[in-house]
Antibody, heavy 123, light 112 residues
Framework: QVQLQESGPGLVKPSQTLSLTCTVS??????????WSWIRQPAGKGLEWIGR???????NYNPSLKSRVTISVDTSKNQFSLKLSSVTAADTAVYYC???????????????WGQGTLVTVSS | QSALTQPASVSGSPGQSITISCTGT?????????VSWYQQHPGKAPKLMIY???KRPSGVSNRFSGSKSGNTASLTISGLQAEDEADYYC????????????FGGGTKLTVL
């Protein structure tokens, strides 16, 4: 079955850009009508959706993060990536990637999820 | 978009049933959209438990069920077991044009 794995630096300096990659295995990122999403979770807090991308390259971002977020896809590598610019301590969180389903009139859901990767913003 | 409202905590004894509510607005939970629910054990990634309001993915126990009334969705767990102790999150999309995603704040379930 499809599995997702996040990778990237665990420590980023304030004002710099956080960059993470999600590698999809067990299936092609281009197959099916799926979206691919990033979600984060600060320690002890709830989940926050960051954004999603379709394999065509079409993206949607959380309005609260939109000015700093870029999500891209590399179908040749079966990967999609997250860039978050001008980070502060408030961006310290576990970052998850997930496959997203959207069925108009029925709902949206995420399955499966990657194991998550902790990114700490600190000098 | 605002987070969906969930109780911070619920508790129950083994064998009992509990219900976790998820309250939104007419733009998200109350729309024709149906919510999804996730279970998260400490240090683990969330796991999909319910989608399209009441459907269970393969492998999820039928002790988990979902429903909706107006702007409030609910997750019911029957026959509580110790392994059900976890955090639970509801999720919806908000807005039928952008399909932005909103999560609930999460509910800590304690099995007494």
């Amino acid at each position: 079955q499809v599995q997702l794995q996040e990778s990237g630096p665990g420590l980023v300096k304030p004002s710099q850009t956080l960059s993470l990659t999600c590698t999809v295995s067990g299936g092609s990122i281009s197959s099916g009508s799926y979206y691919w999403s990033w979600i984060r979770q600060p320690a002890g807090k709830g989940l926050e959706w960051i954004g999603r991308i379709y394999t065509s390259g079409s993206t949607n971002y959380n309005p609260s993060l939109k000015s700093r977020v870029t999500i891209s896809v590399d179908t040749s590598k079966n990967q999609f990536s997250l860039k978050l610019s001008s980070v502060t301590a408030a961006d310290t969180a576990v970052y998850y990637c997930a496959r997203m389903f959207i069925v108009v009139g029925r709902g949206n859901w995420f399955d499966p999820w990657g194991q998550g990767t902790l990114v700490t913003v600190s000098s | 978009q605002s987070a969906l409202t969930q109780p911070a905590s619920v508790s129950g004894s083994p064998g009992q049933s509990i219900t976790i509510s998820c309250t939104g607005t007419s733009s998200d939970v109350g729309s024709y959209n149906l919510v999804s629910w996730y279970q998260q054990h400490p240090g683990k990634a969330p796991k999909l438990m319910i989608y399209e309001g009441s459907k269970r993915p393969s492998g999820v126990s039928n002790r988990f069920s979902g429903s909706k009334s107006g702007n409030t969705a609910s997750l019911t767990i029957s026959g509580l077991q110790a392994e059900d102790e976890a955090d639970y999150y509801c999720c919806s999309y908000a807005g039928s044009s952008t399909f932005d995603v909103v999560f609930g704040g999460g509910t800590k379930l304690t099995v007494l």
